[in-house]
Nanobody, 123 residues
């Protein structure tokens, strides 16, 4: 089992920044690829970013150049730095752990999930 706890969400004006953190405990953090997903009201959960065990990153097109995913294996933590935030970034953000090394964006393929943290961007 891997337990994931997100933090860092909040309310910010458009153009602002937030950094989300996801602290992991349980099994060896470095054995998992980590992803960030988000879910807006009335919408399906969507892929935002992923970092592999070796540090390779992938992003959904809408956040490229604005969001940065990173990990600190010594602290068992994955981060999502979000800059130039837009109102359409408003959602609950979730981190997830994937035991597979294959790049995947489908939520149901991830093994463990956090409880989510709310991000609200005002215009």
């Amino acid at each position: 089992q891997v337990q994931l706890v997100e933090s860092g969400g909040g309310l910010v004006q458009a153009g602002g920044s937030l950094r989300l953190s996801c602290a992991a405990s349980g099994r060896t953090f470095s054995n998992y690829a980590m992803g960030w997903f988000r879910q807006a009201p009335g919408k399906e959960r969507e892929f935002v970013a992923r970092i592999s065990r070796s540090g390779t990153t992938h992003y959904v097109e809408s956040v490229k150049g604005r969001f940065t995913i990173s990990r600190d294996n010594a602290k068992n933590t994955v981060y999502l730095q979000m800059n130039s935030l837009k109102p359409e970034d408003t959602a609950v953000y979730y981190c997830a752990a994937d035991s597979s090394p294959v790049f995947r964006t489908t939520p149901r393929t991830y093994d463990y999930w956090g409880q989510g943290t709310q991000v609200a961007v005002s215009s």
